[in-house]
């Protein structure tokens, strides 16, 4: 039997697991697993400027390819901690990463010893398990069982913690042997699937909600196909975007509190039966008044989480299952029920959601200096097209972009759903355009979110990963302010300031063309939305040329209120912008505006 160090073994494992990609920042608890990194070969590794910057370039790496699973190291002590917000993100959207740190010997473990602290435990409830492994034998296991949960049922995060003299100890173990265990997804059952269908039979207005479910199982093909069988209007949740091409004519649009359509959230409210799959009705989906959500309606949820069913709210039937296994069943069942005479006919009210997308729409076009935000998606919409991946976190720059941008492919909106950390979307999109650098990559931060993590651009840099991002800039935490406004307030969410080193930037502070270039990488001020195309298509050449992300920061006037509930009320969104009333004032919208 061959002999090698536990960290050596580990190494082995996630190659033969698919692995050959890792993010981290080396140490001196995890030096020896970073040594076998080396030795043993076939992983690539990005040096990342912060631990929490390494947790999410694992993440966008992962979201960004099916059957990816990012993996980011770090040594003993803050290194975990510092991971401890990339692993809730990853829980709580479902998402894969392993997470591997370094970990004072084990004899200390109980002594305080420097930068020794009990990682597993603090990272227990935003993982699916976390082990501090004290045997070296069982190293191989504890990775095997690591990848086996990650991709078994509901998919998540797992952290690691090695010793260093763990990683130091040799064990026998043999590579070319080695195989994976078998992944565990519940399926749904014929009868289940017919059952749900069958509501369908007594329904007039039916949608489907096609949530992160259906994009974490590679099932968006099936959904379409499905979708197009029975003529039912499809509505995206945002972890979900993507799932049917934005043009696609049974495309209803998003409905929420906050990152919604007008006419996705007029559509939902005609319905009659829903049909969620892979979601799990998130509060700013349904929001709060669950009331107005569920009332006059019929509900069926497919979920791969058995405890999802009925968390939120009780539905009339539940099928534990993964949703490509479900969709299966309920595309065999459509076939034959249309071929039998069976289905009825659905398209009036398929041509009723569309005939809504055509005339609810929002206002883009503001030819305003300093620039409304809404200008910004316009020219987004013109300058990038469908093969496009937006990377992009939380604030009113992720739901104006949800209202106003267009997603085309599943995977293509990679978004940090229910954790929402800012300073995700940087490493995110260095995760994802590592992932497929063939893809082209816009990421869409606001000021705040931009500053949390700027140093990770060094990264990209440094390992040549070249990709557009857009920075819209009002000195503000805009969201927070807006929230405020419901309790009339407007406090500690000012970040405007005379930069006494860039005064032509008057009150907005932080000059972000200078740190951007300082870093390595390079940046583009707007301040007319006449000129926002003309920077885009700059910053796409700039992209290509020197291999690095070009930042594109867009001067936008101080306060603009973004459509959203501020009773956290679907049916009672408020609109604080006028509204499009003639095409002009929409000239990016899906449909032309019908007036």
Known sequence: MPRM??????????????????????????????????????????????VEGASHMAEGYTRAKAGNIGVCIGTSGPAGTDMITGLYSA???????????????????????????????????????????????????????????????RPGPVLIDLPIDVQLTEIEFDPETYEPLPVYKPSATRAQAEKALGFLLESERPLIVAGGGIINADASDLLVEFAELTSIPVISTLMGWGTIPDDHELAAGMVGVQTAHRYGNATFLESDFVLGIGNRWANRHTGYNLEAYTKGRKFVHVDIEPTQLGKIFAPDYGIASDAKVALELFVEIAKEWKAAGKLPDF?????????????????????NIPMKPQRVYEEMNKAFGPETRYVTTIGLSQIAAAQFLHVYKP?????????????????????????????????????????????ELAVAAQHKVPYVHVLVNNAYLGLIRQAQGGLGINFEVNLEFENINTPEIGVYGVDHVKVAEGLGVKAIRVTDPEKLGEAFEQAKKLAQEFQVPVVVEAILERVTNIAMSKTVDMSDVTEFEELATEPGHAPTAIKALKV
């Not at 990463?97 to 305080?112: D, F, N, R, Y």
Request: net charge neutral.
């Open 5 to 50: 160090t536990a960290a050596a073994a580990a190494v082995e494992i996630l190659k033969r697991e698919g692995v050959d990609q890792a993010f981290g920042v080396p140490g001196a608890a995890i030096n020896p697993f970073y040594r076998e990194l080396k030795n043993v070969g076939g992983i690539n590794h990005t040096l990342a400027r912060h």
């Open 91 to 153: 829980i709580a959207d479902s998402i894969p990463i392993l997470c591997i740190t370094g970990q004072a010997p084990v004899s200390k473990l109980h002594k305080e010893d420097f930068q020794a602290v009990d990682i597993a435990t603090i990272a227990k409830p935003v993982t699916k398990a976390a082990t501090t492994v004290l045997e070296a034998a069982q190293v191989p296991g504890v990775f095997q069982q690591a990848f086996h949960l990650m991709r078994s049922g």
């Open 347 to 367: 398209t009036a009210w398929a041509a009723s959601a569309q005939e809504r997308k055509a005339t609810l729409q929002r206002r883009t076009h503001f030819e």
């Open 411 to 455: 995977r293509h909106w990679v978004n940090c759903g229910q954790a929402g950390p800012l300073g995700w979307t940087i490493p995110a999109a260095i995760g994802a355009a590592t992932a497929q650098p063939d893809v082209p990559v816009v990421a869409l931060s606001g000021d705040y979110d931009f500053q949390f993590m700027i140093e």
